[in-house]
């Protein structure tokens, strides 16, 4: 018998599925900042030198899942010659979106 993720999630006490969610979420936030690095083939060495800041600090920041600070992002974004938007989906089904 085979059980998909919504039917396991359902089964788990609430307090558990809040926790799932906000493990997927860090893990989502992690694996994001990993693969722009990967793609653009910039090290983690090259991003430290970048930043002015030391290799483990960069393999911490992109571990620091969402508690990581929007300026961290933005910093760790341009110094790959990136830039940051924010975009907001309101309610209304409007979205509007911020070059930062």
């Known amino acids: ?3 998909n993720f919504k ?3 359902a089964k788990l006490p609430e307090e ?3 926790r799932v969610k906000e493990i ?3 893990m989502r936030m ?3 900042l990993y693969r722009i690095r990967e793609e653009l083939e910039i090290s983690q ?3 430290a030198d ?3 800041i030391k290799q483990p600090s960069v393999a911490a920041l992109e571990k620091r899942g969402n508690d990581i600070r929007l300026s961290s992002v933005k910093r760790y974004v341009e110094s790959m010659g990136g830039i940051l938007n924010l975009s907001v989906k309101l309610p209304t089904g ?3 979106s911020f070059n930062l």
């Open 7 to 9: 039917e396991l999630m």
């Open 16 to 18: 558990q599925q809040i």
């Open 1 to 3: 018998m085979t059980v």
């Open 45 to 47: 060495q090259q991003i």
């Open 24 to 26: 997927a979420q860090e």
């Open 50 to 52: 970048a930043l002015n």
């Open 94 to 96: 409007k979205t509007i």
């Open 30 to 32: 992690e694996l994001q």
